[in-house]
């Protein structure tokens, strides 16, 4: 329970600085797919389209003027 309150809490954060909730379901629904049809090479490519955008989207956030909810407790 704690991790999985651990890992819920961090998938948060990602999502309030990365933005677009529905870009990440679509994302992660691609690389769904590309596992389900065994296209290691798709899985790959999509895999690290993702965190390159989840890096530029944490390189470029500024949390004075996005702060995030709850970030004072960590």
């Known amino acids: 329970d704690v991790l999985q309150a651990l890992f819920a809490d961090e998938q948060q954060m990602i999502l ?6 529905e870009e990440d379901q679509h994302q992660h ?3 769904l797919q590309a596992l389900e049809a065994k296209d290691e ?3 790959a490519r ?3 389209e993702h965190l390159e955008r989840m ?3 944490i390189i470029g ?3 004075a003027e996005h702060p995030l909810p709850g970030a004072a407790a960590l």
């Open 61 to 63: 956030w500024d949390p």
């Open 41 to 43: 090479a798709l899985c």
């Open 29 to 31: 629904l691609g690389m």
């Open 55 to 57: 890096r530029q989207a």
């Open 46 to 48: 999509l895999m690290r």
């Open 16 to 21: 309030d600085i990365g933005g677009s909730r």
